[in-house]
């Protein structure tokens, strides 16, 4: 692995943040594994498509940005990189992990997992 595939993860990563990403479920839908899950903040587990769904849903683009702190990468396999970091919207914070796995030669995010963190 290359520093250069770090990078492109996590570059993949942020984009899943903006919003115009987001609003884009073809473009989500490419960003995902097929065996895509997500355990939210709220402890909800999401299938594949429903959080493509939900992210189609979302009412507040533009207005509060998703920002992501704290980025750190690991190297679990070949094809896995996990990245944790802290996204901050609004006066929310999470601490969150992504799993991202190399197939065909692409990069996608095979799992999620976001954790609130408290007020400031």
């Known amino acids: ?4 595939d770090i990078q492109l ?21 490419e ?3 097929p065996e895509f899950r997500e355990i939210g903040a709220s402890g909800r587990l999401w299938t594949r498509a429903q959080i493509i769904r939900a992210l189609a849903d979302e009412r507040s ?19 896995l ?4 970091y802290v996204s901050k919207r609004r006066e929310r914070r999470a601490r969150r992990s992504s799993l991202w796995r190399r197939s065909r030669l692409e990069w996608r995010l095979l799992h999620h997992q976001g954790t609130l963190l408290p007020d400031a």
């Not at 702190?69 to 070949?78: C, G, H, I």
């Open 81 to 84: 990189v996990l990245l944790t």
């Open 61 to 79: 683009y533009g207005q509060d940005p998703i920002e992501a702190v704290e980025m750190e990468s690991l190297v679990v396999a070949p094809d």
């Open 31 to 33: 960003m995902l594994d």
């Open 1 to 4: 692995m290359v520093a250069e």
């Open 9 to 29: 993860v996590i570059s993949r990563e942020l984009d899943l943040l903006s919003f115009e990403v987001r609003a884009s479920p073809a473009r989500v839908e």
